[in-house]
């Protein structure tokens, strides 16, 4: 059995306009499916946890919506080895898309999720903090804090964006991060990597956690990290200067950031990662509020996927 959870709203609207197309074609296939639709933040995931509580059957269940669309029903989901997860990717960002080569065409990729010829196990993170008590969200692409998330922040609230979130693809995060750069501060802070190494620094900018290579619509942040080994890979922007972070987030945006002065990278299975101040905090673009101490985990290939 299929269960298609659609984001109507994801990429301006235009979510709403392929998935007609889709289910046009879902319907003629002639299989066996359910489809629901958000109505609002916080649908996509009632709805994968609603599906999933009680499984005593094989299903499949596609998300149909962009990165933050996934993460809610990532969230919701019971992961059990009944569960299969498919993506159509309609978002405007679709950074799982690029880290999973898929295909951009969305019927090209419903043809891939009704004859799948390759299931793979995926890992995924875990991002924890305390607020009155400890929360837990699990990320498929990235969590980060600092300025990617102040980013993401910007991006999210409807009020200050300054109609940005019309924008597509990532020219949004281009202009919100130019924005946000105005106004950066670094922080100090540590790392402490496999509860064995513990780095320290002095001007913090951000911290990306990866599982997936790009994040922010292709802003390469994490050269090597690959989304089945076990490990997350941390890029660290520190820089005493607020100009160095012009050539790190021009490197990430031409998709070659590598070794350069402001920039560490660290791979590890789980990491505590401090800061003197809250920042902001993004788990796969949705909103963490602003906090100072994280942990974070990878899942090692939990989550049964279709390629
Ligand atoms: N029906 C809806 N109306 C308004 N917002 C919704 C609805 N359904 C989901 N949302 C919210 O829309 C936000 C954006 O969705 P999503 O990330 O899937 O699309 P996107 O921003 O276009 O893509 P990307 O994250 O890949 O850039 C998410 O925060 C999600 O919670």
């Given at each position: ?23 046009h ?13 958000t ?17 005593q ?8 919506g962009?990165d ?15 569960l ?5 990717p309609?978002g ?54 600092g ?6 922040h ?10 940005l ?23 100090r ?15 913090i ?12 619509g292709?802003?390469?942040?994490a ?5 089945d080994?076990?490990?997350l890979?941390l ?5 005493a ?7 790190v987030?021009?490197?990430?945006y ?8 402001g ?8 990491a ?14 949705e ?5 100072e ?15």
């Amino acid at each position: 059995m299929y269960y298609f959870i659609v984001n109507p709203n994801a990429h301006g609207g235009r979510g709403a306009k392929i998935w007609k197309k889709l289910e046009h074609q879902i319907h003629k296939s002639g299989i066996s499916y359910e489809a629901y639709q958000t109505e609002a933040s916080g649908d996509a995931r009632r709805m994968a946890a609603e599906l999933t509580a009680n499984m005593q059957e094989p299903a499949t269940i596609v998300t149909v919506g962009g990165d933050g669309t996934v993460n809610e029903v990532l969230n919701g989901l019971a992961i059990s080895d009944l569960l299969t997860f498919g993506y159509i990717p309609t978002g405007s960002g679709n950074d799982l898309a690029r880290g999973l080569n898929l295909s951009r065409n969305p019927k090209k990729c419903l043809k891939r999720i009704l004859n799948p010829s390759e299931i793979c196990r995926m890992d995924y993170g875990i991002l924890s903090y305390e607020d009155e008590e400890p929360v837990y969200r699990r990320f498929m692409v990235s969590s980060g804090i600092g300025f990617d998330a102040a980013v993401c922040h910007r991006l999210l609230d409807k009020n200050g964006t300054g109609g940005l979130r019309q924008i597509p693809g990532r020219g949004r995060y281009i202009l919100a991060g130019l924005k946000q750069l105005l106004t950066a501060k670094a922080s100090r802070g540590y790392l402490i990597l496999d509860g064995e190494r513990r780095v320290e620094f002095n001007h913090i900018y951000f911290v990306s956690v990866h599982n997936h290579g790009t994040e922010g619509g292709g802003f390469l942040f994490a050269p090597k990290a690959v989304c089945d080994d076990g490990e997350l890979e941390l890029c660290v922007a520190h820089t005493a200067s607020k100009l160095r972070l012009f050539p790190v987030l021009l490197d990430a945006y031409r998709g070659h950031l590598g070794r350069r002065r402001g920039v560490h990278f660290y791979r590890c299975r789980e990491a505590v990662i401090h800061v003197d101040r809250p920042l902001p905090v993004h788990a796969d673009g949705e909103n963490c509020f602003c906090q100072e101490e994280l942990r974070v985990r990878c899942v090692k290939k939990k989550l049964r996927m279709i390629l």
